[in-house]
C-alpha cells in the first residue's frame, strides 16, 4: 500500500469510527435535555405492598448490621418488611450478625455455582418452599445503606404498575480517591442522564448492579433467578427487554453503595463486568436485533447499545491504529510521515474522548452537586480525572477478551451508618 493510500485509509477510517459512535449514541444527548427540563410523574401509592428484602452476602461482617439496621428504620411499616440475608461460603460471622441484627438467614455453601445470582436463586426458592408470600422482592448488596424513605417512594412506582423498579445509586465513600470518585460519577450519570430519562420517555431501564425491587410474578415465573451470567443485573436487564417488560425507576429511592478504591480489585471487577457484557452480547444479541427489527422496540435498541458497540468500536479503533502505526515503524523509507498520522489520530482520539467525558462528568457532578458526599475541591478536582478512569476501561476490555473469568467478591469494610452517609 502506497503512503498516499495509507493516510487517507487513516483519515477515513477514524471519521467512520466517529460517525459510527455518533450514529449510536446520538440518543442520549437527547437524554439529558429530557432529564433537565422535565420534572416526571409524582407517583402515588393506594397501597402498602408486603416485600422481602433479599441480601446476598459473602464475609460481609463489617458492614451487613448497618445495612439491616438502614432498612428497619424505614418510614414504612416494619410488619411488610422482612429481611433475609443469605450468607454464601462464608468463612466469617456474617451469619450470627445478620441474625442478631434482626434477619432470616439462609447459609449456604457450594464452591462449584459460586457468584450472586446462585445465592438469590437458593435464597428465592427458599422463601417460596417456606409458603411466605411477598408482593415483591428487593435485591440489596450487603455494603448498601438505604435512605430512610427508600422503600415508600419504590412501593410508589410499584404500585402504579411497574413489576421491575431501580433506584438511585449514590456512595458511601465518593472522596475516597479517584477511583471511588470515578465509579460514583458514573453511577450517578447513569440514574440521572440514563434511567430517569428512560422513565420519562417509558422506554424501560436497566437494573446496574443492586437496589433494585422486582415482583413476585416475575420470580415465581422463573420460579427463581435464573440469571447466571457474570454480570446477573445487565442479563436480567435485557431478558425483560426482550419479554417486553419495562422496568421502572424511581429518583427519590436513594441508596448509597460503596465503591472500590484499590486499583487490583477495581481491575478485577471490572474485568468480570467486560467479560460479563460480552456473555450477555453473546447470548442475547441475537433476540435484542430480532426484537428492534420485528418488535420496533426502542427499548432493545437502548439495551443493545449498553452492551456491544462502545467496547467493540472502541476495542477495533486502537487495534487498527496500533496496527497502521507498527506498519510506520517497520516501514523504514515511509516510517516517519505515517508514525505522525496515526499518531495525531490516536492523540486526537484520546482528546475528543476526554472531552466528552469531562463534559459527562462535569454536567452530573453540576445538576447532582448537593448529592455528591465531599469537600467542593474534591467534586472539582474528580471531574477531571473522571476521564482517566473511563480511559482505564480500555486496557481491561482486551484482557477480558482472551482471560477466562471467574466471580470473585469484593471486600467492603467502609463501616458506615446510615446518618453518617447521608448527613
Not at 393506594?46 to 463489617?62: D, G, M, P, Q
Not at 428512560?198 to 420470580?219: P, Q, Y
Request: aromatic content about 16%; overall charge positive; proline content about 2%.
Amino acid at each position: 500500500m502506497e503512503v498516499i493510500d495509507l493516510l487517507s485509509f487513516i483519515s477515513l477510517f477514524n471519521l467512520t469510527i466517529f460517525l459510527l459512535f455518533t450514529g449510536f449514541y446520538l440518543y442520549q444527548i437527547y437524554y439529558i435535555p429530557i432529564s433537565l427540563f422535565n420534572k416526571g410523574n409524582d407517583y402515588i401509592s393506594k397501597e402498602n405492598h408486603k416485600y422481602a428484602a433479599v441480601i446476598a452476602a459473602r464475609n460481609e461482617s463489617a458492614v451487613i448490621g448497618q445495612l439491616i439496621n438502614s432498612i428497619k428504620k424505614q418510614k414504612y411499616p416494619a410488619s411488610l418488611i422482612d429481611i433475609y440475608v443469605i450468607a454464601d461460603n462464608c468463612t466469617d460471622n456474617t451469619a450470627n450478625i445478620a441474625r442478631s441484627a434482626g434477619a432470616f438467614v439462609f447459609e449456604r455453601f457450594n464452591k462449584n455455582k459460586v457468584g450472586k445470582g446462585y445465592a438469590l436463586d437458593y435464597a428465592f426458592k427458599a422463601i417460596m418452599n417456606n409458603d411466605k408470600h411477598y408482593d415483591g422482592y428487593f435485591v440489596f448488596d450487603a455494603d448498601n445503606l438505604l435512605d430512610e424513605n427508600y422503600i415508600a417512594e419504590m412501593n410508589k412506582v410499584f404500585d402504579n404498575g411497574y413489576k421491575v423498579v431501580t433506584s438511585y445509586r449514590n456512595s458511601k465513600n465518593y472522596d475516597t480517591n479517584w477511583l471511588s470518585a470515578g465509579y460514583s460519577l458514573w453511577f450517578l450519570r447513569e440514574a440521572k442522564y440514563l434511567n430517569n430519562s428512560r422513565m420519562l420517555l417509558k422506554t424501560g431501564c436497566a437494573i446496574s448492579g443492586t437496589g433494585f425491587l422486582v415482583h413476585n410474578d416475575i420470580i415465581k415465573k422463573n420460579n427463581g433467578w435464573k440469571h447466571h451470567l457474570l454480570t446477573e443485573d445487565i442479563e436480567f436487564s435485557i431478558d425483560c427487554a426482550i419479554q417486553g417488560e419495562t422496568i421502572g425507576y424511581c429518583g427519590d429511592a436513594v441508596l448509597y453503595d460503596e465503591q472500590p478504591y484499590i486499583f487490583e480489585q477495581s481491575w478485577n471487577q471490572r474485568l468480570r463486568w467486560a467479560k460479563g457484557f460480552y456473555q450477555v452480547f453473546g447470548k442475547y444479541g441475537k433476540d435484542l436485533v430480532k426484537c428492534i427489527i420485528f418488535k420496533k422496540s426502542f427499548c432493545c435498541f437502548d439495551m443493545l447499545m449498553t452492551i456491544m458497540p462502545a467496547l467493540f468500536l472502541s476495542l477495533f479503533s486502537v487495534a487498527v491504529n496500533l496496527t497502521l502505526l507498527t506498519i510506520g515503524m517497520l516501514n523504514i523509507g515511509t516510517s516517519t510521515i505515517i508514525v505522525k498520522e496515526t499518531t495525531n489520530a490516536i492523540i486526537m482520539s484520546s482528546v475528543n474522548s476526554y472531552l466528552v467525558f469531562f463534559m459527562l462528568g462535569l454536567l452530573t457532578t453540576i445538576t447532582e452537586w448537593n448529592k455528591i458526599n465531599t469537600t467542593p475541591i474534591k467534586k472539582i478536582k474528580y471531574v477531571f480525572t473522571f476521564p482517566f478512569f473511563i480511559f482505564t476501561y480500555v486496557p481491561i476490555s482486551i484482557v477480558a477478551l482472551f482471560k477466562k473469568i471467574e466471580w470473585k467478591p469484593i471486600t467492603h469494610n467502609i463501616a458506615k451508618s446510615i446518618e453518617e452517609v447521608s448527613q
